[in-house]
Nanobody, 125 residues
């Protein structure tokens, strides 16, 4: 599966952005999907994991502010980001793997996914 992120940009603190991750080559609705972010010289960190059964796992730093959802076609996953803070500034990546819900919950916040997008930059000032 090929993944393409979009929707990044620059926003003031307190603002919102919605990122999209669109898959091709397969139906990503049956995949474990993850959103990650990375700043230079830091490790990539998990933001949220979304299992094929719809269950989710969020990083503490984004709980209550970020929401992952799936599009009606099940080939797009969205990350709605509200109440953005300067520390949310990063390159955001989506990832996918054919893990069932149990594995997605256990490994979905780690970087072991097989498929990755190219990233989209989010800057909060």
């Amino acid at each position: 599966v090929q993944l393409v992120e979009s929707g990044g940009g620059s926003v003031q603190a307190g603002g919102s952005l919605r990122l999209s991750c669109t898959g091709s080559g397969d139906t990503i609705g049956r995949y474990c999907m993850g959103w990650f972010r990375q700043i230079p010289d830091k490790e990539r960190e998990g933001v949220v994991a979304h299992a094929s059964d719809g269950s989710t796992c969020y990083a503490d730093s984004v709980k209550g502010r970020f929401t992952i959802s799936q599009g009606n076609t099940k080939n797009t996953v969205y990350l709605q980001m509200n109440s953005l803070k300067p520390e949310d500034t990063a390159m955001y990546y989506c990832a996918a793997d054919l893990w069932g819900p149990d594995w997605c919950h256990q490994y979905g916040m780690g970087t072991g996914y097989r498929y990755w997008g190219q990233g989209t930059q989010v800057t909060v000032s």
